[in-house]
């Protein structure tokens, strides 16, 4: 079935700098979505993106759909300490079930 | 708030319970999707329901099993629990804008077999 490989695991940064994130897949998805979970909730989709080279940006977050359509990058500039969590990306399938990554777990130091 | 709710939050039950976990879409919501969270497997689909009728199915036990009735609210069934079943069990509910569907997820239950 399909796989994304999502990277780095976990990322343990300092409040302000900039955060890089990608995800990667042996197949193509015509979608790619990026997740945050907070301890205890759900996840909460931050960003969509819909076509191959698409760049979107929500706020201090960016994701782009790279143009092979395998894989794809979040970022986030001048993190906060709200920004910790889990980063999930996620791509649906024909059924639209989705498939997650991983996860990238996120700590900032303050 | 997603607008999705989920009952209970958490529950604690022994090897071979049997239990049953609630989820109510988002108004107007059709679609219906049940996400199993575990440390070793991640995030994982098990089944989708559609306006009461199952239409996808993903890595789902034969131990489990669900449903989801007129009023749209979604129950899924967890039977001869494991100790391996211990988890996060998740359902998110859709809404398809512009030909695109994007799922919104519920708190959760978080189910300790014990």
């Not at chain 1, 900039?18 to 042996?26: H, L, P, R």
């Not at chain 2, 669900?66 to 629990?81: C, G, R, Y």
Request: charged share 15%; net charge negative.
């Amino acid at each position: 079935g399909q796989q994304l490989n999502q990277s780095p695991q976990s990322m343990f940064i300092q409040e302000g700098e900039d955060v890089s994130m990608n995800c990667t897949s042996s197949s193509i998805f015509n979608t790619w979505l990026w997740y945050k979970q907070d301890p205890g909730e759900g996840p909460v989709l931050l960003i969509a993106l819909y076509k191959a080279g698409e760049l979107t940006s929500n706020g201090r977050l960016t994701a782009q759909f790279g143009i092979t359509r395998k894989d794809s990058f979040l970022n986030i500039s001048a993190s906060i300490p709200s920004d910790v969590g889990i980063y999930f990306c996620a791509g649906p399938n024909a059924g639209n079930m989705l498939t997650f990554g991983g996860g990238t777990r996120l700590m900032v130091k303050p | 708030d997603s607008g999705v709710t989920q009952t209970p939050k958490h529950l604690i039950t022994a090897t071979g319970q049997r239990v049953t976990l609630r989820c109510s879409p988002r108004s107007g919501d059709l679609s219906v999707y049940w996400y199993q969270q575990s440390l070793d497997q991640g995030l994982q689909f098990l089944i989708q329901y559609y306006n009461g009728e199952e239409r996808a199915k993903g890595n789902i036990l034969e131990r489990f099993s669900a449903q989801q009735f007129p009023d749209l609210h979604s129950e899924l069934n967890l039977s001869s629990l494991e100790l391996g079943d211990s988890a996060l069990y998740f359902c998110a509910s859709s809404v398809t804008d512009g030909g695109y569907e994007t799922q919104y997820f519920g708190p959760g239950t978080r189910l300790l077999v014990l």
